[in-house]
């Protein structure tokens, strides 16, 4: 357990910044005594969400897209100054005295320490590590995608892009019963982390067409079209991937209309339309943090820096440096005890 501080002194605090597009750095700030109602948590991890992240340190968010694109406790605008980030998991050390000394998950940017409301932290669950609770937020929206698929049990599956949104995905659609899924692409080191989760490998040319649904996650024109090719009569293309501000081209011509394919949209930021009504945002994390007990999962956090080292990896993650890495777990120094 974490030593308890004392609610009603200040806090020094670090956190990393996007300052311009390409740079970031690391900024101190002093965190005010803890207000009724809230919970200060020391940060033991965050993660950093590759693809949403890179687009925000390039400058990439669109300026229409400024207000929706907001992480919920972002501190300046887009394209920077800016703190962003949602991936945070920490040990509460001052607050309500039910979670004094839990470990917790906020969508907080990465900061050593910080302060939120009570109800802005979910304490994980029993079996799930704090290291492996950075996976939370890639699986609420693998989550989300299968919600918006609605897919059935007998179904063939295709998995376009294995990074680690798409290989969590595709290890929910393994867990159906009786369903077949490979997973695409262009980096055949991705066969064995498919295989352990349940499914099949195929380089694109390679890949099985035919599939009854196909999910589209590499953030590449290339993936989108080969997406388009692997569908089968009357399939669902869902598209998971968010280009920012650059344009996509779409070869809607071919087979698209003969197909009668659809090409769908799904995005975290609202709950899919078939479970809006009955689940909360805070329900599907929960629901995703519950299953971050499989071992198994361990094997998509590829990579690990200290925290001072953050703005060097968003740089390398952000460029073409770094095509085996699946999540970037970034380690804050541990609490005292």
């Known amino acids: 357990m974490s030593a308890v501080s004392d609610p009603s002194s200040p806090v020094a605090a670090q956190a990393c910044w996007v300052v311009s597009p390409g740079h ?23 993660g950093v969400s590759r693809g949403t992240e890179g687009l925000v340190f390039r ?30 998991v920490g040990v509460v050390e001052a607050g309500p005295p039910e979670l004094l000394g839990r470990e917790v998950f906020c969508l907080y940017p990465h900061q050593t320490v910080f302060q939120v409301p009570a109800s802005a932290v979910l304490p994980l669950p029993p079996g799930v590590p704090a290291a492996r609770a950075v996976l939370a937020a890639n699986l609420e929206t693998a989550i989300n995608a299968l919600w918006d698929a609605a897919p059935r049990p007998g179904q063939r599956f295709a998995v376009v892009g294995g990074g680690t949104l798409g290989l969590l995905v595709a290890w929910l659609a393994a867990r159906l019963p009786g ?73 809607l011509g071919e087979a698209f209309h003969s197909q009668r394919l659809t090409l769908k949209s799904s995005q975290v930021g609202h709950v899919a339309t078939a479970q809006r009504g009955r689940w909360s945002h805070r329900q599907r994390l929960e629901l995703a943090l519950s299953l971050l007990t499989d071992p198994v999962l361990d094997q998509l956090i590829t990579d690990h820096a200290p925290f001072d080292e953050l703005p060097r990896v968003l740089a390398r993650l952000a460029g073409s440096a770094a095509p085996d890495t699946l999540c970037q777990r970034i380690d804050y120094n541990p609490p005292s005890h």
């Open 24 to 46: 970031a750095e690391i900024r101190g700030e002093t965190l005010p005594p803890l207000r009724e109602g809230e919970v200060r948590v020391r940060t033991l991890h965050t």
């Open 179 to 251: 369903g077949e899924v490979q997973v695409v692409d262009t980096n055949p080191a991705r066969a064995g982390i498919a295989a352990a989760l349940g499914a099949g490998f195929a380089l694109p040319d390679a890949a099985r067409a035919g599939a009854d649904l196909v999910i589209h996650t590499s953030a590449q024109p290339a993936g989108l079209a080969t997406a388009l090719r692997l569908a089968a009569f009357e399939a669902t293309v869902l598209e998971l991937s968010w280009y920012g501000n650059r344009a996509v081209s779409v070869p």
């Open 59 to 88: 400058g990439e968010v669109p300026a229409s897209e400024a207000q929706r694109m907001r992480a919920p406790f972002q501190a300046g605008e887009f394209p920077g100054p800016v703190k962003y980030g949602y991936v945070n």
